[in-house]
């Protein structure tokens, strides 16, 4: 059992930034790919970026050259740097973790708009 809980979501201006924290309850290490999902109003579930065991790292074509997923994993902890952000990017934000069952963290709000 992995218990997710993600932070760092909120309302920024076109164009700015922010960091999406998602602490793991158990050693991220021992779990195959943890990533980060998305949701808008009346779309699917999509993925924004994985990092797999290993530290290889897969991104949506939207997120690419301006979102970074690292992890820290003194902290048992998953990051997403998003910068050059975009009305388009605003949706709830989910938190994922595979190690051959697949959890969810409770998402977090990220709002982009002038």
């Known amino acids: 059992q992995v218990q997710l809980v993600e932070s760092g979501g909120g309302l920024v201006q076109p164009g700015g930034s922010l960091r999406l924290s998602c602490a793991a309850s158990?050693?991220?290490?021992?779990?195959?790919?943890m990533g980060w999902y998305r949701q808008a109003p009346g779309k699917q579930r999509e993925l924004v970026a994985v990092?797999?065991?290993?530290?290889?790292?897969n991104y949506a074509d939207s997120a690419k050259g301006r979102f970074t997923i690292s992890r820290d994993s003194a902290k048992n902890t998953v990051y997403l740097q998003m910068n050059s952000l975009k009305p388009e990017d605003t949706a709830v934000y989910y938190c994922?973790?595979?190690?051959?069952?697949?959890?969810w963290g409770q998402g977090t709000q990220v709002t982009v708009s002038s």
């Open positions: 994922n973790a595979n190690d051959g069952s697949v959890y």
């Open positions: 158990k050693s991220i290490l021992s779990i195959v790919a």
């Open positions: 990092v797999i065991a290993g530290g290889r790292t």
